[in-house]
C-alpha cells in the first residue's frame, strides 16, 4: 500500500522557487533519507508532506488522503523543536501525545505508553528532571520516544543525529529502522551524514531544490552523483556490500 506520494510538487517564495516538480512514492512501512547541500530544500520538503506548508503547485498524498486531513497518523519532529525546556520530561511526552487535543484529566494508560517508549531509549530516568537538565543527545532521544509513543503511520524527523555523538548517532539510526520494521511505520527523515544513509530502504539526493537521484541507496551513493551535488572530489570506500565516501582532503 503506498503511504506517501508526491507528484509534481513545486513551492515558491514570492518569485523564487524553492522546491522544483519533485514526485516519488514509498509503499508503507519504507525508511527514507533526504540528502542534499544546505540550502537546497529538504526542510521544506518534509514541512510541505507534514502539511505544515502547502506547495505552490503539485499533490501530496498520505495514504490517499491530504496531509491536513492526516495530521492525526502524522508524528513530525524538527531539528529545532520549541520545548519549554523548563518543563519536565514526563509533561513535554504528555504534550507530544496529546498534540491539540485538549484534555483535561491525564489517563494512567497514557503515562504508561510514554513511560513504556521512553525506556526503550534512554536507561536512566529523567521522567520528572526538566528538560535543560538532560544533554543535547538524551533530548533527541526523549523527543524521539514521544514521536512513537503517539504511534503514528508516518513519521518525518528533520536531521534526527544533527550534533549527536556517534553512540547516540547509532542509536537512534538503529532504533528508527527496528521501529519502522516492527511496526511498518513510514519513516521519512534528512540529514548530511551521507554514509548513514544507507540504513534507509530509499535515498532522494536534492540538488537546487530538485530530485538529483532517487532509489535504492546503491543507486543513488555514487561517486560521481555525489560530486557533482556538493561540488567536491570525494573518496568512495567499498565497506561490505555497501560504500563509504570522504572528502578527498585527507
Not at 507530544?96 to 525506556?119: Q, S, T
Not at 518525518?156 to 547509532?170: G, K, V
Request: with cysteine.
Amino acid at each position: 500500500m503506498k503511504s506517501v506520494i508526491l507528484r509534481d510538487v513545486s513551492f515558491s517564495i514570492k518569485e523564487k522557487e524553492i522546491i522544483k516538480n519533485i514526485s516519488f512514492e514509498l509503499e508503507e512501512g519504507e525508511t527514507l533519507a533526504i540528502l542534499g547541500p544546505n540550502g537546497v530544500g529538504k526542510t521544506t520538503l518534509l514541512k510541505i508532506i507534514a502539511g505544515l506548508i502547502k506547495p505552490t503547485k503539485g499533490e501530496v498524498l498520505l495514504y490517499n488522503n491530504s496531509p491536513e486531513k492526516s495530521r492525526k497518523y502524522i508524528s513530525y519532529l524538527p531539528a529545532n523543536p520549541n520545548i519549554d525546556q523548563y518543563a519536565n520530561v514526563e509533561d513535554i511526552l504528555l504534550a507530544m501525545l496529546y498534540g491539540k487535543d485538549k484534555r483535561f484529566i491525564v489517563r494512567n494508560e497514557d503515562i504508561n505508553k510514554i513511560r513504556n517508549w521512553y525506556f526503550k531509549l534512554l536507561e536512566r530516568n529523567y521522567l520528572k528532571t526538566s528538560f535543560n537538565n538532560l544533554s543535547s543527545g538524551e533530548q533527541r532521544l526523549v523527543l524521539l520516544s514521544g514521536c512513537f509513543a503517539r504511534e503514528p503511520k508516518i513519521i518525518l524527523l528533520d536531521e534526527p543525529t544533527a550534533f549527536l555523538d556517534i553512540t547516540n548517532q547509532a542509536k537512534i539510526l538503529k532504533f528508527i529502522r527496528d521501529m519502522s520494521i516492527k511496526m511498518n511505520i513510514t519513516v521519512i527523515f534528512t540529514m548530511h551524514e551521507i554514509y548513514y544513509a544507507n540504513i534507509a530502504n530509499k535515498v532522494l539526493l536534492m540538488k537546487d531544490g530538485r530530485i538529483k537521484s532517487y532509489g535504492k541507496p546503491s543507486d543513488v551513493l555514487k561517486k560521481e552523483i555525489i560530486d557533482d551535488v556538493y561540488k567536491i572530489d570525494v573518496m568512495e570506500i567499498p565497506f561490505d556490500d555497501k560504500k563509504m565516501f570522504f572528502p578527498s582532503i585527507f
